[in-house]
Nanobody, 124 residues
Framework: VQLQASGGGLVQAGGSLRLSCAASGGTPSRYLMGWFRQAPGKEREFVAS????????YYEDSVKGRFSISRDMAKNTMYLQMNGLKPEDTAVYYC??????????????????WGQGTLVTVSS
């Protein structure tokens, strides 16, 4: 499956952005989908993920209550709605897909396919 992330940009602290991840090839509904981010000089870290059915979502603690992950099966697209953005949210955001179960939804190594990343910059 191929993944294409988009929607990044420059926003002031407190603002909002919605990232999109369009999937093509294969059957995207068969995959656990997730968002990770990588800030300059840091490791890529888990942000959020969503189960195949879309019924179950998982979030990293620092984004709970501010970010919302969803997926549109008909459009083969996953979204990350980001509200209340903070300067520490500045990073390149990557979407990913995993063939395995939800067991290791937070683990970068669990994901098999990655998009190219989209830059989110939050100014203070």
């Amino acid at each position: 499956v191929q993944l294409q992330a988009s929607g990044g940009g420059l926003v002031q602290a407190g603002g909002s952005l919605r990232l999109s991840c369009a999937a093509s090839g294969g059957t995207p509904s068969r995959y656990l989908m997730g968002w990770f981010r990588q800030a300059p000089g840091k490791e890529r870290e888990f942000v959020a993920s969503i189960s195949r059915s879309g019924d179950t979502t998982y979030y990293e603690d620092s984004v709970k209550g501010r970010f919302s992950i969803s997926r549109d099966m008909a459009k083969n697209t996953m979204y990350l709605q980001m509200n209340g953005l903070k300067p520490e949210d500045t990073a390149v955001y990557y979407c990913a897909a995993a063939r395995g179960s939800d067991m290791y939804y937070y683990a970068r190594a669990w994901y098999d396919y990655w998009g190219q990343g989209t830059l989110v910059t939050v100014s203070s």
